[in-house]
Every structure is written in C-alpha cells, then in structure tokens.
C-alpha cells in the first residue's frame, strides 16, 4: 500500500516537473525571440516568422515582406533573418542550451530557412553574457564617425567573428577604392530615386510621422540631413523631400569601410551572411562601434557584379558598411510585437 502510494506520487512528481520543465522551455523560447526581433533587417522589414513546438523553434521568412523591386530574389530578405538566427542562437546558449540548427532543411520549401533544436548546453561563459548584453544596445548609424583609427585588434576580432559564421570581410583600405565604393553608391543611389518602382517600394517602408506602425524606418531612425563624409556614402532617401527627420548629428569620418563577402551566392550563404553581420555588430557594439549600411549598390545588379569582380576577389559582395565610433546621439529603430511574429504550439 504504502509503496504503491509512493510510486503514485513519485509519478505525479514527475508529471509536474516535465509540466515545469514544458513551461520553462515555452518561456525561454519566447525570451529567446523577444532578443532575436532586435536584429537588423533591410529597411526594417523584420521579414521574420518564428514557430515553437516543444523544443524545436522554427525560422521562416516571410515573402509579403520582401522587397520585390530592390530585392527580387530574397538576398537581403536572407540576410535579415539570418541576423536574427544568430541572435536567437546567442540567445538560446546565453539561457544554458545548446542550439542545433539546421539550415534550409527542406528544399521544396524555400521560405524554411532553419530548424533549431534545443539540447542542454553549458552554462554560458562571460563572453557570451557580454555580446549578449548587446543585442539592445546595438543601432544602425546614418552619420559620420569619430576621426580616431578603431584599433587593429578590434578588427582583427570582428575579421574572426565573420569567418566563424563562414563569411570573410574586405576591408577598402587604399582611397581609391573607397573612392569608388562611394562613386558605385552615389551612381546606385541616384538610379533608385529616379526609378519610380524603387522610390515606391521606399515610400512603403519610410512611414510618415506620427504613424502607428512598428516596422520601416520611422523618422527618428535618420537624420533631416547627412552629414557629409570624404568620400562621401550617400544615405537613402527615406525623408522622400518631406524635410523629415531627427536633428542632424556634426560632422565625421567616413569610418573603416568593409564589404561583407561569401564564397558563393546561394540562399545558405545569405542566411551564413546575417549571422556573420550580427556577430560582426554585436562584437563591434562592444568596444561601442556602430555601422552604416549603403547596400544601394549591391541592390543593382550590374553594379553589384563589378563590385564582386573588382573589389571581393572570388568572393560575392553581400554588404557593405562603415563603421566606427558614431558622432552624435545613436538613432532609434522600432519592432512589431513579439506575438506578431511568435506561435507557440504542443508539448516539450
Ligand atoms: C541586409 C540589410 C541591408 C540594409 N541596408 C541599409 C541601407 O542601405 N541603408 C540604411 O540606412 N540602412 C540599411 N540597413 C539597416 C536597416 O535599415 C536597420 O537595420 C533597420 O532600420 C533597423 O534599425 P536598427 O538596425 O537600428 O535596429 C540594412 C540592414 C540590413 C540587414
């Protein structure tokens, strides 16, 4: 009798505590996409989905979101998602677990882009409480930077961080091809804002002020006006002629400019090159960089391909930033609610 009473509630113990375990696990993943939405996504689109069932959280990527004019085959759509791998991934070993992922796992389905499984993991070290204290504190800047040299170490760290996620930076450092790398951007940038179907597609993504929305890039996301740098990077039109915009930071460096690069040109490398970007940011976030992106250039595909057979080697171009200490106040950025883009289904 009595060891039958035990042996009943030994199996409740255990019921409870996989209900406990169960309900851990649903809010950790809940946690872990809370931190991943932060990641950067091409005129903050946020083309992201998350779906959690027990202890695999899948990753898609949403095609209503895609810039269809700028973007037509999803390259940055990729990237963006892929940023928001990584962070769900530091996320995730930052929590104690050990994140399986298993990339495009299913060919017939493009927008599937990983499958991540939650196995016991180490407790995380300081380097990953530190890069995890990140996520936040990182913005995207449309300004110019600090004159001072970043030092050789740190890039040297955020060549490592790339290569870790098996991408590589390219760092311009002769004038000229920082020369040209602007001239490309400044020629990009002139062909999108003449080209009605790409200022449309930015008209979509750069909400007037005041709006409700928590996606695009919102007002307080870019200055009134760009402060110019030599050479000078052109930023986007997001203001579109309205005069809007935050107060304009002084004027700066153009900062170390970087080509982030991957050996091929398949969705795998895109999804390779968001995370490679994000680890490369949170890094650089660290010793307080920040990066500008102008990826006008490699959104023209004539001029992307110069890029890549001039500038990258045998390398294909995915984006190209300036980065340094930023000068003035960092800018602000917004994100859709995270049950926008979370379903959580079914047992652990
Ligand atoms: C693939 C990709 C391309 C981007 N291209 C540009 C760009 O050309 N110009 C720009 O100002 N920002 C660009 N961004 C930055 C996004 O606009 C930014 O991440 C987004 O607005 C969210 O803001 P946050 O990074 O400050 O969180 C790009 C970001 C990604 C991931």
Redesign the pocket.
């Known amino acids: 009798m009595t060891t039958s009473r035990n042996t009943a509630r030994q199996g409740a113990t255990a019921r409870q505590a996989t209900a406990q375990d169960r309900e851990k696990v649903a809010a950790d993943v809940r946690r872990a996409v809370e931190d991943a939405i932060?990641a950067?996504?091409?005129?903050?689109t946020q083309p992201w989905r998350f779906e959690a069932h027990g202890t695999r959280i899948t990753l898609s990527a949403d095609p209503d979101r895609r810039l269809d004019v700028a973007d037509p085959q999803g390259r940055?759509m990729l990237?963006?998602c892929g940023?928001a791998l990584y962070t769900l991934r530091l996320s995730l070993r930052r929590m104690g677990y050990r994140p399986v992922v298993h990339p495009l796992p299913d060919p017939d389905r493009p927008y599937l882009l990983a499958d991540v499984d939650l196995e016991p993991g180490d407790p995380p070290d300081a380097s990953v409480e530190h890069e995890h204290a990140q996520i936040r504190r990182?913005?995207?800047h449309?300004g110019g930077f600090r004159p001072e040299p970043v030092p050789a170490g740190i890039l040297t760290t955020l060549r490592h961080a790339a290569e870790k996620e098996g991408a590589r930076i390219v760092q311009a450092v002769d004038a000229d091809v920082k020369g040209a790398l602007a001239a490309l951007t400044a020629a990009a940038e002139h062909v999108q804002r003449r080209t009605p179907a790409y200022a449309t597609e930015i008209a979509r993504w750069a909400p007037a002020p005041g709006t409700s929305r928590r996606d695009g890039?919102q007002e307080d996301?870019?200055p009134r006006r760009t402060p110019p740098t030599a050479p000078h990077f052109p930023?986007?039109d997001f203001a579109r002629g309205h005069g809007w915009g935050a107060e304009p930071p002084g004027e700066g460096a153009a900062g170390v400019v970087l080509l982030l690069v991957t050996p091929d040109d398949t969705p795998a490398d895109w999804l390779r090159a968001?995370q490679a970007?994000q680890r490369v940011l949170l890094r650089a976030t660290e010793h307080d960089l920040a990066a500008?992106?102008?990826?006008?250039a490699l959104q023209v595909p004539d001029l992307r391909e110069f890029i890549r057979t001039q500038f990258c080697g045998d390398a294909h171009p995915q984006?190209l930033l300036r980065l340094g200490v930023p000068v003035g106040t960092s800018?602000r950025?917004v994100r859709r609610p995270v049950d926008d883009v979370l379903t959580q289904t079914g047992p652990a």
């Open positions: 932060w950067p996504s091409v005129h903050n940055e990237i963006s940023a990182r913005h995207s449309r890039v996301s870019y930023a986007r968001g970007l500008a992106y102008h990826t006008q984006l800018l950025s």
